[in-house]
């Protein structure tokens, strides 16, 4: 049957429980964790990053640090670089996230899927609107983040096991990109810049520790770590508390990185940032999408009958390059 997608969000329906959801991890992703010194039951984390069209899995080794087990490209995802705010706005989420058993829907009309939890604590003190954002199979996107059915089975079935080996949920991080000197430079702009500089400080803790960030939130943003108080923060709108000692690494690297992107901006550097009229996918899809056309491609990535979302946006985005000036904008 034809799937209807709402403005809301990604929403699954209830259809008759199958063996999808408990397929085992394939032979060859089990190998890559035994050379890994990782077990099927290890925790997991998962990063998103919307302009590259890619989704990570990082899993703990036995060193007790995680490690990338693999990154998935992703077949769509809708709307703008940018957080999403409101009920229908076609935003695919940027946040961090916590995904707990209950959360993963075997019965999903996009094949299987997971729900992100939006909006998360501080999205909903801060009034953003919107339900049923996922990480989905098929290949379309009303807000949410679909990776075909092939796809979407492996990261399911790694998740799943990881919960059965203990991990209450595991963290989702959506991020706008990779959050390197280069692209902060490149959107400097961009209005969420500000929210995209806190992102950043979660994105660096990771990068540096490899160990999962503790994510709290306080004077209307995300906070990482335990603050003056000793512990994480809870509350998005109470004022915050200087944090508690900030890792020298952490911190060093964020000071070479803000010097790398004054500089990439003061330099005249011709920086060019990209433009969506709605969402992007993976240039692996797009050339498969230009081959096959809309109807091809949607049986080539999917057993459920969802079509391709919006194929001619697909197509286009990212639109060309806009130049941007080179001198430091004005605080906003």
């Not at 280069?182 to 540096?208: H, S």
Request: glycine fraction near 8%.
């Amino acid at each position: 049957m034809l799937v209807a997608v709402l403005a809301t969000g990604c929403v699954s329906s209830t259809l008759d429980l199958d063996t999808r959801a408990i397929q085992p991890i394939p032979a060859s992703l089990v190998a890559e964790m035994n050379r890994k010194s990782m077990t099927q039951r290890d925790p997991i984390l998962v990063r998103i990053f919307k302009q590259e069209s890619e989704l990570e899995i990082w899993k703990r080794t036995k060193s007790g640090s995680y490690a990338l087990l693999k990154t998935y490209p992703m077949c769509r995802w809708s709307g703008q670089l940018g957080p999403k705010t409101r009920n229908g706005d076609r935003q695919a989420p940027e946040g961090f996230y916590h995904v707990s058993a209950n959360m993963m829907n075997p019965k999903s009309q996009f094949y299987l899927s997971f729900n992100l939890g939006y909006p998360n604590r501080l999205e909903a003190a801060l009034g953003h609107t919107g339900e049923a954002l996922m990480v989905h199979g098929a290949c379309s996107s009303s807000g949410c983040y679909a990776m075909t059915d092939e796809g979407v089975a492996e990261i399911y079935a790694v998740a799943r096991e990881a919960l059965r080996g203990g991990q209450t949920s595991f963290q989702v991080q959506a991020f706008p990109f990779r959050m390197t000197p280069q692209n902060m430079a490149k959107n400097r702009e961009n209005p969420n810049y500000a929210f995209w500089t806190n992102l950043k400080k979660g994105y660096d803790a990771f990068e540096v520790t490899k160990q999962q960030p503790a994510v709290g939130y306080c004077g209307g943003q995300y906070s990482f770590g335990p603050d003056a108080t000793g512990t994480v923060p809870t509350d998005p709108l109470a004022q915050c508390q200087p944090i508690l000692d900030t890792d020298p690494a952490i911190a060093a690297r964020r000071d070479a990185d803000d010097r790398a992107i004054a500089s990439l901006v003061t330099s005249g550097t011709a920086f060019s940032s990209y433009a969506y009229s709605d969402g992007g996918m993976h240039p692996s899809f797009r050339r498969l999408l230009q081959r096959d056309g809309a109807t091809g491609f949607a049986k080539r990535t999917s057993q459920t009958a969802v079509p391709i979302s919006r194929p001619e946006a697909a197509l286009a985005d990212p639109h060309q390059p806009k130049k941007e000036r080179a001198e430091v904008p004005a605080e906003r």
